[in-house]
């Protein structure tokens, strides 16, 4: 319980592969609390870091904070935060910069293929309060890395954080996964325990990063994201050559039993950014947003074009389900449709569709009209 920190690491992995540190059997477990960096894995593959706490006391009730980062995977390959039991559960929380930060600092060593899987991140050891790191997770020009995965066993509590939940940046992020977490809730899914601002945050030109669900088809309940409960955004995709992101299958504004728990801005907010996909058209692709204080999902920004927005099941929030607007917050609103729709703004201010009738029998029938630049 009293701060003893060493000047630099905890733990300090250099170019050695296939270590443990810490373990899932009873009495493995460190407390690894009060330095610089917490655990540091420098060029390293195929550790695995289990069953610790991590900026924590010994009790995982209260913070003693590593300085910077509670796990550092720097210029590293193939490690492994957490895995799939309850045993290997890191407790990372209370660090002032991050919970786990994936760092391709020198592009000579690759850093891909890292997994942060059923960890606890940004709450106390019974997942039930806060003990924030600064941002839970942070990719930053890192490619392949996965934080959750397929199973519910893999599913991380990644909330109570002071700023994001997940944040990936950099132009050579790509391909990374965040699958079956829960961010913004307490373990159960149901009860908020919010991150500060955005549960996930993609920007500085990431691209083709997914969020949610997988193209397969294959374990899209387990694989579906709990982004609720957050006191800004749900999903907030931001910058120029910040694209071809996919955000797919999840709950927004929901509980994990479909419950409301809106985030107390918008759905999914994307701003100045292009080719981003918001749900599909497969089945299972289209995300539910609701219950959110704004809108359920904006595009912002006349350089915010070609984003998807299909399949989604978006209701109750607070103001539209779907805003293009290519000026400030206050500005927000229906945008009208004009003959031709030849505008410049998000999406290019694409008109949208006008419902003249129904008739609901055995098909229920929609008849409308659309006006598009030809």
């Given at each position: 319980?009293?701060?003893?920190?060493?000047?630099?690491?905890?733990?300090y992995?250099?170019?050695?592969?296939?270590?443990?540190?810490g373990?899932?059997?009873?009495?493995t477990?460190?407390?690894?609390?009060?330095?610089?960096e917490?655990?540091?894995?420098?060029?390293?593959h195929?550790?695995?870091?289990?069953?610790?706490?991590?900026?924590?006391?010994?009790?995982?009730?209260?913070a003693l904070?590593?300085?910077?980062?509670?796990?550092?995977?720097?210029?590293?390959?193939?490690?492994t935060?957490?895995?799939?039991?309850?045993?290997?559960?890191?407790?990372?929380?209370?660090?002032?910069?991050?919970?786990?930060?994936?760092?391709?600092?020198d592009?000579?060593?690759?850093?891909?293929?890292?997994?942060?899987a059923?960890?606890?991140?940004?709450?106390?050891?019974?997942?039930?309060?806060?003990?924030?790191?600064?941002?839970?997770?942070?990719?930053?020009?890192a490619?392949?890395?996965?934080?959750?995965?397929?199973?519910?066993?893999?599913?991380?509590?990644?909330?109570?954080?002071?700023?994001?939940?997940?944040?990936?940046?950099g132009?050579?992020?790509?391909?990374?996964?965040?699958?079956?977490?829960y961010?913004?809730?307490?373990?159960?899914?149901?009860?908020?325990?919010?991150?500060?601002?955005?549960?996930?945050?993609?920007?500085?030109?990431?691209?083709?990063n997914?969020v949610?669900?997988?193209?397969?088809?294959?374990?899209?309940?387990?694989?579906?994201?709990?982004?609720?409960?957050?006191?800004?955004?749900?999903?907030?995709i931001?910058g120029?050559?910040?694209?071809?992101n996919?955000?797919?299958?999840?709950?927004?504004?929901?509980?994990?039993g479909?419950?409301?728990?809106?985030?107390?801005?918008?759905g999914?907010?994307?701003?100045?950014a292009?080719?981003?996909t918001?749900?599909?058209?497969?089945?299972?692709?289209?995300n539910?947003?609701?219950?959110?204080?704004?809108?359920?999902?904006?595009?912002?920004?006349?350089?915010?074009?070609?984003?998807?927005?299909?399949?989604?099941?978006?209701?109750?929030?607070?103001?539209?389900g779907?805003?293009?607007?290519?000026?400030?917050?206050?500005?927000?609103?229906?945008?009208?449709?004009d003959?031709?729709?030849?505008?410049?703004?998000?999406?290019?201010?694409?008109?949208?569709?006008?419902?003249d009738?129904?008739?609901?029998?055995?098909?229920?029938?929609?008849?409308?009209?659309?006006?598009?630049?030809?």
């Amino acid at each position: 319980h009293t701060a003893l920190g060493n000047s630099r690491y905890g733990v300090y992995i250099n170019g050695a592969p296939n270590n443990t540190i810490g373990g899932t059997a009873l009495g493995t477990r460190n407390v690894i609390s009060d330095n610089e960096e917490g655990v540091l894995v420098y060029r390293a593959h195929g550790n695995l870091i289990q069953g610790n706490y991590i900026g924590t006391d010994a009790n995982g009730d209260g913070a003693l904070p590593n300085f910077l980062s509670g796990a550092l995977i720097l210029d590293a390959w193939n490690n492994t935060v957490g895995g799939t039991t309850p045993e290997a559960r890191n407790v990372i929380s209370g660090n002032r910069l991050y919970g786990v930060h994936i760092y391709e600092y020198d592009a000579v060593y690759d850093t891909y293929g890292n997994v942060v899987a059923a960890n606890y991140i940004g709450t106390n050891a019974s997942g039930t309060g806060e003990l924030g790191n600064g941002t839970g997770v942070k990719i930053v020009n890192a490619w392949d890395n996965t934080v959750g995965g397929t199973t519910p066993e893999a599913r991380n509590v990644i909330s109570g954080n002071q700023f994001y939940g997940v944040y990936v940046t950099g132009a050579t992020a790509t391909d990374n996964t965040v699958q079956g977490n829960y961010i913004g809730t307490h373990l159960s899914g149901t009860v908020a325990l919010g991150n500060a601002t955005d549960g996930v945050f993609i920007a500085g030109g990431a691209h083709g990063n997914r969020v949610g669900t997988d193209a397969d088809g294959q374990n899209d309940e387990a694989e579906r994201n709990v982004i609720s409960g957050n006191s800004r955004h749900g999903v907030h995709i931001t910058g120029s050559g910040t694209g071809g992101n996919v955000v797919a299958g999840n709950y927004i504004g929901l509980g994990a039993g479909g419950n409301p728990l809106g985030n107390i801005q918008n759905g999914v907010y994307v701003a100045n950014a292009s080719d981003n996909t918001i749900g599909g058209v497969e089945p299972g692709k289209g995300n539910v947003i609701g219950n959110c204080g704004g809108h359920g999902v904006v595009v912002v920004g006349a350089t915010a074009l070609g984003n998807s927005i299909r399949g989604n099941a978006i209701r109750d929030n607070a103001r539209l389900g779907i805003d293009l607007e290519g000026g400030s917050e206050d500005a927000f609103g229906v945008t009208a449709n004009d003959p031709g729709d030849a505008d410049v703004g998000a999406n290019g201010l694409q008109n949208f569709p006008v419902i003249d009738g129904a008739l609901a029998s055995a098909n229920t029938e929609v008849w409308g009209s659309l006006s598009l630049s030809l």
